[in-house]
């Protein structure tokens, strides 16, 4: 956990990632490792069997980083002048903000308030602002803003109310959890008394060695993730002279990091989406016939960028915009917000489904995929629209 002030993306640049890079070159045009394996083609690579990939790269746990939050929230709330917000917890996508105040309200014994219903947002119902008012004394947590607002004309008086009455204390003490572009959004129209913000810290190359191949190299279950570009280790032993010794990272992770801009869930899904198996196992060329160890899990190199095309309408940057900026909608509900015909919008989501952009999740809720969304990103931030601060 960090202060949202203080994330800092990871970049790919230090001169011991030169080091390593010139040490790779050479083994490249020697077309072997220490190993003495070879890199392998795509061709002699397939995807990993479901509950093999779910054993090497298990789903993210959120329980770890609800125990940072409660350490510094036990420091917040001693020093807190009111009863009100003590503190606000905003995530990126995909880096499970809602799931770790939920994991943190069970420990603390913290009532969930439940967010109002799109019907409710679109009314402007205050019995949801009384449901939360009368869910009873001491602590709460309300883990999704994200869901309290719709960005409407109509859409903006609950949540607005809802703040009004957490900061003044009205609710007791409790914290927010906020998807970080509707906390970009919302910031801008409603008004924010000082309160602790915080995140989840950039994961760098050396934080997901530590939590994506350190724990495959168990003497129990001893993993070894080779590179298929250059058949390197991603695991290296530590070099003699190395400021990082302690601690080798592969420019595999380094640049998985920098290219997630230190999004632990967009990281997870890409490293899961590039571990492989060799289905025709390289022989190395060091004079006899051995093949790589059966152990052996290729990490396949970079994959395309899933993005939208640079020509692409405003339609589809008004469709993906809407669909961060309230982490995820429902088709009828897309159709309220935009000004595109529902046969038409109905059509564009199909389009960019087709394209791997967008997914659809909980039945009808639509959301970008962990895939696609550097790049979305990118292309909304190039157009000149509004995006989260990550």
Same mark, same amino acid.
Request: charged share 20%; net charge neutral; with cysteine.
């Given at each position: 956990m960090a202060a949202m002030d203080d994330y800092c993306p990871p970049a790919d640049s230090?001169?011991?990632?030169?080091?390593?890079?010139?040490?790779? =070159?050479?083994?490249l045009f020697s077309r072997q490792d220490p190993h003495g394996t070879l890199a392998q083609p795509a061709a002699t690579l397939s995807s990993l069997p479901p509950a093999q990939l779910d054993r090497l790269a298990p789903p993210l746990r959120w329980e770890g980083a609800a125990r940072a939050f409660d350490q510094i929230y036990a420091t917040k709330a001693g020093n807190a002048p009111t009863?009100?917000?003590?503190?606000?917890?905003?995530?990126?996508?995909?880096?499970?903000?809602a799931d770790i105040l939920a994991h943190w309200a069970r420990e603390r014994s913290a009532r969930l308030l439940a967010p109002p219903t799109a019907q409710e947002i679109l009314a402007a119902d205050v019995q949801w602002l009384t449901r939360c008012c009368d869910s009873g004394p001491g602590l709460w947590a309300l883990p999704a803003l994200e869901r309290c607002?719709?960005?409407?004309a109509n859409g903006l008086a609950l949540v607005r109310g809802f703040l009004d009455l957490a900061f003044s204390g009205a609710l007791g003490p409790g914290v927010i959890g906020c998807d970080s572009w509707a906390w970009a959004y919302l910031q801008r129209i409603c008004a924010w008394p000082a309160t602790p913000v915080?995140? =989840?810290?950039?994961?760098?190359?050396? @934080?997901?060695?530590?939590? =994506?191949l350190q724990p495959q190299a168990q003497p129990t279950q001893a993993v070894r993730f080779l590179s298929a570009h250059s058949g390197t280790s991603l695991l290296p032993e530590p070099e003699d002279g190395e400021e990082d010794a302690a601690a080798p990272v592969s420019p595999e992770l380094r640049q998985l990091a920098a290219r997630c801009r230190g999004n632990l869930g967009v990281a997870w899904h890409f490293w899961r989406?590039? =571990?492989?198996? @060799?289905t025709e196992p390289?022989? @190395?060329?060091?004079?006899?016939?051995?093949?790589?160890?059966?152990?052996?899990?290729?990490?396949?190199?970079?994959?395309?960028?899933?993005?939208?095309? /640079?020509?692409?309408?405003?339609?589809t940057a008004l469709v993906l915009h809407a669909l961060l900026l309230h982490n995820g909608l429902e088709a009828p509900l897309l159709a309220t917000l935009l000004p595109i015909a529902a046969a038409h919008l109905n059509l564009q989501l199909l389009h960019l489904h087709a394209l791997g952009l967008v997914e659809r999740q909980d039945?009808?809720?639509?959301?970008?995929?962990?895939? @696609?969304?550097?790049?979305?990103?990118?292309?909304?931030?190039?157009?000149?629209?509004?995006?989260? /601060?990550?």
């Open positions: 230090t001169p011991a990632a030169l080091r390593r890079q010139w040490r790779l =070159l050479a083994r009863p009100g917000v003590i503190g606000i917890l905003v995530g990126q996508p995909f880096c499970g903000h607002y719709l960005r409407n915080l995140t =989840l810290q950039a994961f760098d190359g050396a @934080a997901l060695t530590t939590l =994506l989406e590039r =571990l492989r198996t @060799a390289q022989k @190395a060329q060091t004079g006899d016939d051995a093949p790589p160890p059966t152990d052996a899990i290729w990490v396949a190199p970079e994959l395309e960028p899933r993005a939208p095309a /640079s020509d692409a309408g405003d339609e039945a009808d809720r639509w959301q970008v995929t962990p895939l @696609a969304y550097p790049g979305v990103r990118a292309f909304l931030r190039a157009r000149g629209y509004l995006t989260d /601060s990550f």
